[in-house]
């Protein structure tokens, strides 16, 4: 036994046929058995194994995006719970995007942010105000509704706008430090939310607390994206583009200033990182990557209105982001899925299968204690027992090891790991090795 | 090493699971739909907040429809069909109530849906019923664009915010002769709409509307509020939203020494609304759609049977609950009929359940137009006479 | 415009008071614990909540039991406060043995994880005690003040006038400066302030100087719990109905009070939570009027958080606070 598990833990092949064995059985038991929501579960699961494996990094995302895809949406889609599955999987998509903008403000930057759900909201208000009929109580041209091809284009513009919030935020608060800048933060959350929900007069740009309803719903090719699985194919391109983003720019010269402030402020002006465009760029970023999920969100629901940007929002994706383990990148994803998953999914189906159970005779519960009500009472249990747990989050933060030797051998031009100015480029061409 | 090792034997344990997993789910596939004793299984799923700041008039809801499913389910047995109750907590949060429909909708046994109290949870998970066919009945939505997108699926019972409003109006003008009317609302939708449209209404009747003010829903200190009250001097105090907001404001008007009264909408309909203005409801006047439960036999029985099951009291939510779920039924026995006994699909209830016209429920009677609003909408007006619940009625507007 | 402001200027100062004085006592319970521990302690506004609910659960105990007309009512708020204070010190002094104390080596925001964690926890275990109980989790609890009294504000200037206020106002205001002052002198003039402060300053130093560090910090939560649970019973006292989700809102409040004061600073927690309540109470009285109807008083939150953030952009470290000047 001892050597079967030492084989498995240093060979790859046998680490791959194993995990090729287990996604199989996986796929095929969601396919037959419909209804199963542990099946789906431990699909997604072996993406997480699949990080753990020791193969390859590019078969790696190959084989990801194989299952991602490919075999869950086509196994899934059997059942009747296809669109369930499919909705989950859009929310965790959106989740982890805008999970991922917070680790820039809070995990690789330091700045602790507790309003962030305020550049959701101005991505899904964006969106929303042009694809209805809104805009044309204060536009003075153009025709709206907008229609659905618009879609494409307001992701970009959601993304800006929302930049243009997160500097406007970042500016006022930038001589202000730590705990100062969580209660900044939140108000300001709180203040576009309010701001929001009461711009109904003397012009109404966001019908208040009524919300926008009847959004249109994007267009690609003539054809109406309407349903939770198209949504699904969309979400999973953005989230690859923005996993993408993040780690170029984490492993860039940007992200090494962002570690450097969170790690002491004044060593990093010492070493003459600016401090203004650093900070100001973290929350651009963390807030575009919000707003382009709110864009998407708003669409998705084709209604927004302020109640779904409370301050219990923002502390949830903050949340995500700790308890996956802050500036991590693969941990701020577990955490994003873990979370939605839970709130979603898994509780929702404990709590019908315990109903189910007590209108079957088998346990019977009392009314005041029905475990319909229990969500968030388990979800706080289960907030402690992780944070107890795992303090340093699922999966903590690891700087990328560089090899020395690497180093020295690459020169200036050819560098990966270097973005370098000009001038210093000139400066190492001249020289022969570093 | 260890990390290492736990994680191989994590990624053996998981494999087996997933094994087990394929097999024993097939298994509950199977067994989940169809029989119970040989008859089908029909659900009804409830779908309104049941945790959060609004969780004791979604929990009315909930328990209105839980009764109405055990007051019929002898009935549903004779025609061999076996009726459950699905509730659903959607958190007043319209992420978490898009879900649950999806969900709801996998589940191909629920064939209904009563809920939501929030229209803004309401709306969008509408859009996910009307895609599935499944009928929707709400006890509590009263903004106008609930019904106003023209869903085959979305009907209710309750009065629109167009109709409730003006019928306070004409009552606060006419019968109360106020002149001078100071409004608040809470700042939701339901709150917002029905304040706008008794505003709009009271200022066509003549009134002057000397104040409208928002309030936050959760705070318990309105003395900001009205200080503004007492420097304007009006007549009468019109306030959109829900009891909890509203004791307070009324109780803390009354200490104030404002002494005018206040009116309100069919949130205010509730014993807990008494508990917490204590005395000074004396002052208050309240419009529902739903008419004297005290007055019919049938309205009683409901109250005690009510208050025997669950050691509650009856709100206006849990009778709104209870019809809603009443006509659903209704229209569930009507597509089983014109199916011939057997099982409908989800399309069939909800046309049978627009197409009723005349449903006599415990304390309104119920029958759809073509957008799913009900046609008898009556408002009645009460008034607490005493510090008690419920009101004494005090007045009707019809149409 | 500016008549009627002035108008109702006592009414509003006398509202703002007792809307400030209840943040200032929750304020402090957050400032004492982030002096010592640099943590800011979410789960104290549920603490708070609790206290409100512990003490209305007496009263409707005593009340049930006759004992509520038997005695006179200051009596039974001494009881109340009593009892209630010492059960919510030793819920606080709980919760950070079960949640703080194994993290204290871990990143900061963890803590914040837990805390939001045992709010989740605390709010539905009331919501479902109070269910259990009285089949709803909006809880009245009875009256024990009842006067009105009024004050002839009219008399001191003509511009003014007349307030009115319930006696439950005197009530709250002096018992808040109570446990203000003895907080003040506890923390100022007894040994174990002195040692709360030394842990303050600096933890390693105080333990090297036979402070019982673990000791000084289940100490600081007791005491500050105990404030906040104190603070819920003056709330209960004064709005008269309770639910469990109080606790939320009025944290945030609180919390903003004790960084607008400069968070550490228990002096200026007290001075922010009055000014917060009175800016609160002055937003939602006169913002229409002045504004001419463009904002209306449903913007007071918006009106305390700019506020706060002018304060924060012109002095970074709150009002009272000491700029911390960073060596390197």
Not at chain 1, 86 to 101: D, F, K, S
Not at chain 1, 108 to 115: E, V
Not at chain 1, 271 to 276: A, D, I, R
Not at chain 3, 86 to 108: C, D, H, Q, S, W
Request: one cysteine or more.
């Amino acid at each position: 036994m001892k050597k079967f598990i030492t084989i498995l833990l240093t060979n790859r092949t046998a680490q791959l046929v194993l995990f090729l064995v287990y996604v199989v059985v996986t796929t095929a038991s969601l396919y037959l058995a419909e209804k199963s929501v542990v099946a789906f579960l431990l699909l997604l699961l072996s993406i997480l194994i699949l990080y753990f494996l020791k193969i390859k990094t590019p078969l790696k995302w190959v084989i990801g995006l194989l299952i991602l895809g490919v075999l869950l949406p086509v196994s899934a889609s059997q059942g009747p719970s296809y669109q369930s599955y499919m909705e989950v999987a859009t929310l965790v998509g959106i989740y982890v995007a805008m999970a991922l903008g917070l680790n820039i403000v809070v995990g690789l930057a330091g700045l602790l942010d507790l309003g962030f759900v305020a550049f959701f909201a101005v991505g899904a208000y964006t969106y929303g105000i042009f694809a209805t009929g809104q805009a044309a109580n204060f536009m003075p041209f153009g025709t709206y509704p907008l229609s659905g091809e618009s879609f494409w284009v307001f992701l970009l513009i959601g993304c800006f706008v929302a930049a243009l919030f997160g500097i406007l935020l970042g500016i006022p608060v930038l001589r202000v430090k730590g705990d100062y800048l969580a209660i900044v933060t939140l108000g300001f959350g709180e203040i576009i939310r309010i701001v929001f929900n009461n711009m109904d007069k003397p012009v109404n740009i966001t019908n208040g607390s009524m919300g926008l309803a009847s959004i249109a719903p994007p267009r690609i090719f003539g054809i109406d994206l309407m349903f939770p699985n198209q949504f699904y194919y969309v979400v999973l391109v953005m989230v690859i583009l923005v996993i993408y983003a993040v780690r170029t720019l984490e492993h860039s010269k940007i992200g090494r200033s962002w570690k450097a402030v969170r790690e002491n402020e004044i060593a990093a002006q010492a070493m003459g990182v600016p401090l203004v465009k650093t900070k100001l760029t973290a929350f651009a970023i963390g807030a575009s990557f919000s707003g382009m999920m709110g864009v998407v969100f708003a669409a998705k629901q084709t209604f927004v209105d302020p109640t779904s940007f409370t301050l219990l929002e923002s502390t949830t994706i903050l949340v995500m982001v700790v308890l996956g383990g802050m500036g991590s990148l693969p941990g701020v994803i577990l955490g994003a899925a873990v979370v939605t998953i839970l709130n979603l999914q898994v509780l929702t189906e404990i709590s019908n299968w315990m109903n189910q159970l007590n209108i079957n005779g088998v346990l019977s519960i009392p009314d005041a204690l029905s475990p319909v009500k229990m969500q968030r009472f388990i979800f706080g249990a289960l907030l402690i027992v992780f944070a107890l747990y795992r303090s340093k989050g699922l999966i903590p933060a690891k700087n990328r090891k560089y090899d020395p030797e690497q180093l020295k051998q690459t020169k200036g031009k050819n560098s990966k790991f270097l973005f370098l100015s000009k001038e210093k480029l000139k400066a190492y061409e001249g020289r022969e090795n570093l | 090493m260890l990390k290492k090792k736990t994680t191989a034997v994590f990624m053996a344990a998981t494999l087996a699971m997933g094994i087990i997993s394929g097999c024993s789910s097939s298994n509950t596939s199977s067994s989940g739909e169809g029989s119970k004793d040989g008859k089908t299984v029909i659900k009804i799923a409830s779908q309104s907040p049941l945790s959060g700041g609004s969780a004791t008039l979604g929990e009315a809801i909930k328990l209105g429809t839980q009764l109405s499913i055990e007051d019929h389910k002898a009935e549903f047995e004779k025609l061999g069909f076996e009726l459950q109750l699905v509730p659903y907590d959607d958190q007043g949060d319209p992420k978490k109530g898009v879900a649950n429909a999806q969900l709801i909708a996998s589940d191909k046994e629920i064939l209904g849906v009563v809920g939501h109290l929030n229209s803004g949870v309401a709306i969008p998970s509408s859009e996910t019923y009307e895609k599935y066919s499944i009928p929707m009945i709400s006890p509590a939505n009263t903004a106008t664009e609930v019904t106003d997108r023209g869903l085959k699926v979305v009907n209710r019972i309750v009065a629109r915010d167009d109709f409730q409003g003006p019928a306070g109006a004409d009552y606060a003008v006419n019968t109360l002769k106020a002149k001078k009317i100071f409004v608040i609302q809470d700042k939701t939708a339901y709150g917002t709409g029905l304040a706008d449209a008794f505003k709009g209404a009271a200022e066509k009747l003549g009134a002057e509307i000397v104040g409208y003010e928002g309030i936050t829903v959760g705070e318990k200190d309105f003395n900001g509020v009205l200080n503004q009250v007492t420097s304007k001097k009006p007549d009468l105090i019109y306030f959109g939203g829900m009891y909890s907001e509203g004791g307070l404001i009324l109780k803390q008007a009354v200490d104030k020494g404002i002494d005018i009264p206040f009116m309100g909408g069919d949130a205010l309909d509730s014993s807990s609304f008494v508990d917490i203005a204590g005395e000074a409801v004396k002052k208050a006047y309240l419009s529902s759609v739903a008419g004297d439960a005290t007055k019919t036999a049938e309205g009683k029985k409901f109250a005690e049977d009510y208050k025997k099951k669950f050691s509650k009291n009856i709100e206006s939510y849990s009778a709104y609950a209870y019809d809603s779920t009443g006509v659903l039924l209704k229209g569930l026995a009507d597509a089983i009929d014109k199916n011939g006994g057997k099982l409908p699909s989800r399309a069939q209830v909800r046309d049978a359940v627009r197409a009723i016209t005349d449903y006599q429920g415990v304390v309104t009677k119920v029958g759809f137009d073509d957008k799913g609003d009900n046609k008898y909408g009556k408002i009645f007006i009460y008034k607490f006479n005493e510090a008690s619940y419920p009101a004494t009625m005090d007045g009707e507007i019809s149409k | 415009m500016w008549t009627e402001v002035i108008q109702t200027l006592p009414q509003v100062v006398i509202d703002g008071l007792t809307l400030g004085a209840v943040y200032a006592v929750i304020a402090i319970g957050y400032t004492m614990v982030y002096g010592i521990l640099e943590l800011i302690n979410f789960a104290h506004g549920e603490v708070f909540m609790t206290g409100a609910f512990i003490g209305t659960a007496i009263l409707l105990t005593f009340s049930g039991i006759g004992w509520l007309a038997m005695m006179p009512a200051v009596v039974v708020l001494i009881i109340v406060l009593i009892a209630t204070s010492i059960l919510t010190g030793f819920l606080g002094m709980g919760i950070e043995r079960v949640a703080y104390r194994p993290l204290r080596n871990a990143p900061k925001l963890i803590t914040l994880i837990t805390a939001i964690g045992i709010s989740f926890l605390l709010q539905d275990i009331i919501r479902f005690i109070a269910e259990i109980k009285k089949g709803n989790y909006i809880v009245t609890g009875p009256e024990i003040f009842t006067n009105k009294i009024k004050l002839d504000a009219s008399s001191i200037l003509p511009q003014f006038q007349d307030a009115s206020f319930k006696s439950t106002f005197l009530v709250v205001i002096i018992v808040a400066i109570i446990m203000m002052i003895g907080l003040d002198f506890f923390v100022n003039r007894t040994k174990w302030g002195m040692a709360m402060r030394a842990v303050a300053q600096d933890r390693d130093t105080a333990a090297l100087m036979t402070i019982n560090v673990n000791k000084v910090i289940s100490v600081t939560f007791f005491v500050g719990s105990a404030l906040g649970g104190a603070t819920g019973v003056l709330f209960a006292i004064q709005y008269g109905t309770i639910d469990p989700y109080i606790g939320f809102i009025l944290g945030i409040k609180a919390f903003t009070a004790a960084v607008l004061g400069g968070i550490g600073n228990i002096r200026g927690a007290m001075v922010g939570g009055m000014l917060l309540g009175m800016l609160e109470m002055f937003a939602a009285a006169n913002l229409t009027g002045l504004t001419g109807g463009v904002f209306g008083a449903e913007y007071k939150d918006v009106f305390a958080f700019i506020i706060l953030i002018v304060v924060l952009i012109f002095k970074p470290e709150g009002l009272f606070g000491k700029a911390v000047i960073e060596k390197v």
